[in-house]
């Protein structure tokens, strides 16, 4: 005997909605879970960098061998997605102060660098006291 269960079935069935673009309403939700995202990843890696661990702010001083300076493939992530969150932003004509912030301190090279350990010490502190995305003073650099 012949049953219509495979019509109900056939009726059941819709088009996943992953293949449709992201709606205007849903990319702002998506831009704040990306930035809540950087900022979760940039706190875990700032704790980690201001107890020593070297490659947060550039993989320029990863040449030693020792297991105190090896590879952070999760800082090396936490910078590709601070370019992306800084590029999507800037398409809209938006900022992430944090994320900028952050950008900024990996360009940080030469005489002028304090060290990452000291960088990322005083970047938490300057993110405890809500100071990230406020001018310094004219001529003072916190680090």
């Given at each position: 005997?012949?049953?219509?269960?495979?019509?109900d079935?056939?009726?059941?069935?819709?088009?996943?909605?992953?293949?449709?673009?992201?709606?205007?309403?849903?990319?702002?939700?998506?831009?704040?879970?990306?930035?809540?995202?950087?900022?979760?990843?940039?706190?875990?890696?700032?704790?980690?960098?201001?107890?020593?661990?070297?490659?947060?702010?550039?993989?320029?001083?990863?040449t030693?061998?020792?297991?105190?300076?090896?590879?952070?493939p999760?800082?090396?992530?936490?910078?590709?997605?601070?370019?992306?969150?800084?590029?999507?932003?800037?398409?809209?004509?938006?900022?992430?102060?944090?994320?900028?912030?952050?950008?900024?301190?990996?360009?940080?090279?030469?005489?002028?660098?304090?060290?990452?350990?000291?960088?990322?010490?005083?970047?938490?502190?300057?993110?405890?006291?809500?100071?990230?995305?406020?001018?310094?003073?004219?001529?003072?650099?916190?680090?």
């Amino acid at each position: 005997m012949h049953s219509d269960n495979t019509n109900d079935r056939e009726s059941e069935w819709t088009e996943p909605d992953s293949f449709e673009p992201a709606s205007d309403e849903t990319a702002p939700t998506q831009i704040g879970t990306l930035a809540c995202v950087f900022a979760d990843q940039l706190m875990a890696c700032l704790e980690e960098c201001a107890h020593g661990r070297r490659g947060l702010f550039s993989d320029i001083e990863l040449t030693s061998e020792d297991d105190e300076h090896r590879e952070w493939p999760e800082a090396a992530r936490l910078r590709e997605l601070a370019f992306a969150l800084q590029s999507i932003l800037n398409q809209d004509g938006e900022r992430n102060s944090l994320c900028d912030e952050f950008l900024d301190l990996c360009t940080i090279h030469g005489e002028s660098n304090p060290g990452e350990p000291r960088l990322a010490r005083q970047f938490l502190a300057r993110i405890e006291r809500s100071e990230v995305g406020t001018p310094t003073e004219k001529g003072f650099k916190p680090w």
